[in-house]
């Protein structure tokens, strides 16, 4: 399909992701209509769709990605670290502040770079891959215009478009960046600080113009969760639990207006990392297991790297196993739901859940609806605690129907995407919503590019 597109960026705390869809397809939509993006192409390991959020500063270059990941383990006894959660620096309300703090020493030796730089160079290295991804794309490479958009939870500052105006201008520095350098920042080998430094200040003094819109997260959950339902209304809950953050917001839909019930909004720092060191915590206190120092480091490198898959059967079947040193270390669900920290996430979170749901049974009713929709997104959507949540009643609601929608809905299963996108539908919801969405939900409207269709892949250099 060639013509209009559009195409969202969702960058998360662990995982940046990106989703196209032609113009004006919430209205007729059919699932092929949706391709969300190999950012991560031809690496090994992991889906293709997920793009590691991480910087790693070497001694002589900055490595993106899986690439960052790998190098921050092997110095890992360094006590070096890759920048990962710099989506959390991006929603604080002294964003100007926070981007000219110098990165911590374990993240940047040097002293060379602020927060601003790194975020910088990452978002060069995102658009990058999303250039390459849709490059590679069959449908998308024969588009004769996109327009992007990025998905951003609505910041708590009141201030979005101020916040919209920054993260734009970093989006135009990081464009400017990738412009001087060309695409050797997708080499896993990264780019070397030398090119950085004689390149990156032009482009921080001298940004592209860029245009893109906005799209609040819940919007785009609801977005996907609408589709094909152009002349309805709804009420609904979102959950988002991701990596960094698990975020509640509720929102009423009106055909293609949305609007974002504010006292429902709540962000918890709690998600997916906290819940990994809980259960390595739980492993690693059976001092059987690891005995010293050094097998403790290893085991509780072990248990991260498999952490995804612990938590999906821990979550699906109560129990996990890792294969550790010849033998079988089990992990169960009722010890996590037993850890004192986890019962305290557990009660935070329920509350906050139901005081949200509080103000949309109060929309709901002051409004004559009949039902209101529940809605789990991220990674964490298929947890057993999360479903939980979304079948709760809230009090005094009468006939109010609650309905919980499935985290990953059934046309994710079509046979256009040949069995890859169910199994992290969740986690790629928001970025495929946002790029379903109609511009009538857009926080911020964005303006249209010239596709960069022609050109012939992707320089890769090495410098
Ligand atoms: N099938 C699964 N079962 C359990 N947990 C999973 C599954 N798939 C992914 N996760 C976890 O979900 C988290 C990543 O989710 P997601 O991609 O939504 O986060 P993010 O968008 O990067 O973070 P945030 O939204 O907080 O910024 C990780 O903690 C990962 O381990
Ligand atoms: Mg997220």
Known sequence: MSGAWTLCLDFGTAYSKAAAAPRGVWTRFRPEHVRPLMLSGQEQGGSAFLLDSAV??????????????????????????????????LSVSDL????????????????LFPMRDLIVLYLAYLMSAVERAATADPMLARAEAIEHRYA??????????????????????????????????????GVSIKKIADTLPAALADPHEVNLGLIFEATAAAAYTSIGLPDSAANMIVVDMGAGTTDIAAIARH?????????????????????????????LEDKTRAR???????????????????????????????????????????DVERDPDFREFMKTLTQAYDDSMAVVRDVAQATGATEVQTIAVGGGAAAPFIQELLRRRPPRSGKLLIEPRPATPEWAYAKEFQGNLAPVFPQ??????????????LS???????AAGGRNGIRVERD
């Open 292 to 334: 010293n120092d050094a097998q403790q480091n290893e085991l509780w490198r072990q248990l991260m790297l498999h952490m995804r898959d612990i938590k999906e059967s821990l979550f699906a079947e109560g129990r996990a196993v890792l294969r550790y040193e010849q033998r079988a270390v089990h992990v169960n669900m009722k």
């Open 255 to 283: 055909g293609q207006r949305v609007d974002e019930m504010p006292g429902a909004r709540v962000t918890l720092k709690q998600a997916g990392d906290f819940i990994d060191r809980i259960i390595a915590n739980i492993v």
């Open 428 to 441: 790629l919801a928001i970025a495929i919503g946002g790029a379903l969405a109609p511009d009538a939900m």
């Open 56 to 89: 790693f500063v070497d001694d002589d270059r900055i490595l993106f990605g899986r690439a960052a990941l790998a190098r921050a383990e092997e110095l890992q006894h360094r006590k070096r670290m890759a920048l990962r959660s710099f989506k959390t620096i």
């Open 444 to 450: 911020a409207k964005g303006g249209t590019s010239q």
């Open 152 to 189: 951003a939870p609505a910041w708590r500052s009141g201030d979005s478009l101020g916040m919209h105006g920054a993260i734009q201008r970093l989006f135009g520095e990081a464009e400017a960046f990738r412009q001087a350098i060309g695409d050797r920042i997708l080499s896993p080998q």
């Open 96 to 111: 100007d502040r926070a981007l000219n703090t110098g990165a911590p020493h374990a993240i940047d030796p040097h002293r």
